[in-house]
């Protein structure tokens, strides 16, 4: 790895709920629908498995493409399988086509069963490529991971060296997998002796989680939880899950700005007639409830 150099940055200033949408799926571009939110999540690997929707995209950049005015982060967090298809060139090519507002740091595959070798050596990969970014004109968002506390702890150092600022934590897997909490505290107190250390004013992002955590420290969220569970008939409330038949909430009236009053009965009913409508409005719905859920926990 070349040695560290540092970069002035500035916080990212995430919105308390970022969008993730599925570029391949208009019904998830929650715009084209008249709801009006500033920032969204790309992930980038939604692209690299759909080489005709990549070119295109390529060609026009992602604002022109999906026609969205407010600010576009790429996320390079994706499957393992896709991690070492990309090099440096790669990445940086892809970024200047795709022309977003910023971008994460490239993903590393860590596991807390890995070898410490391995493990270490993918950590190590993971700053070496925060370090090479440092080379682009973009705003960067650093990555918060690690196969254990003293991994996460050195990789969020490094990367404060650096001058990164904002930062991003994969937290899905973690979660399913009932790790997140034996990570998650540790990544927290580092965060804050480093912040206290440099005197600089740090941001993390969850990356995946579909409801708010128990950590004030947190500043944001980021997911398409809102979508993925609407596809699934699943309805939120209050920033919770609920079966969209549960008695409970059935047949209370919603006045968020996609249901206008309606019921989840009468939403129902809506997707028995219309399914696409039903499905988008039922989307948008859990789009918008999970904005407010997550902005009164500020």
């Not at 715009?31 to 498995?49: A, D, K, M, S, T």
């Not at 580092?190 to 992002?205: A, I």
């Amino acid at each position: 790895m070349s040695s560290l150099s540092e970069k002035s940055m500035a916080k990212i200033g995430f919105e308390r709920f970022i969008p993730q949408i599925d570029i391949s799926d208009k019904k998830s571009w929650f715009w084209r629908h008249g709801v009006e939110l500033p920032e969204i999540f790309v992930p980038l690997w939604q692209l690299l498995v759909n080489e005709t929707l990549l070119a295109e995209v390529s060609s026009k950049g992602l604002h022109d493409f999906l026609g969205f005015n407010g600010r576009i982060f790429l996320s390079m967090v994706m499957p393992d399988e896709l991690i070492d298809k990309l090099r440096l060139e790669d990445y940086f090519k892809l970024i200047n086509d795709l022309r977003p507002d910023a971008t994460i740091i490239p993903d590393n595959y860590t596991y807390v069963d890995d070898p410490l070798f391995l493990s270490w050596s993918q950590t190590v990969k993971l700053i070496s490529f925060a370090n090479d970014f440092l080379k682009l004109d973009i705003p960067l968002i650093g990555m918060v991971k690690g196969a254990n506390h003293l991994q996460i702890d050195w990789a969020i150092k490094k990367q404060v060296e650096m001058g990164y600022v904002s930062f991003a934590m994969p937290a899905r897997e973690l979660l399913e997998d009932n790790l997140l909490e034996d990570l998650l505290p540790g990544a927290i107190m580092s965060l804050r002796r480093v912040s206290k250390r440099t005197r600089r004013d740090l941001e993390l992002l969850i990356y995946g989680v579909g409801h708010r955590l128990r950590h004030k420290e947190i500043n944001s969220y980021s997911n398409l939880s809102w979508f993925l569970e609407a596809k699934q008939g699943h309805y939120f409330k209050g920033g919770k899950l609920h079966s969209f038949k549960d008695p409970e909430i059935r047949f209370e009236e919603c006045t968020c700005e996609a249901c206008g009053g309606m019921m989840p009965q009468e939403l129902i009913d809506l997707m028995l007639s219309d399914k696409e409508l039903g499905l988008k409005t039922l989307a948008l719905h859990n789009l918008l409830d999970m904005n407010e859920a997550l902005k009164r926990g500020r």
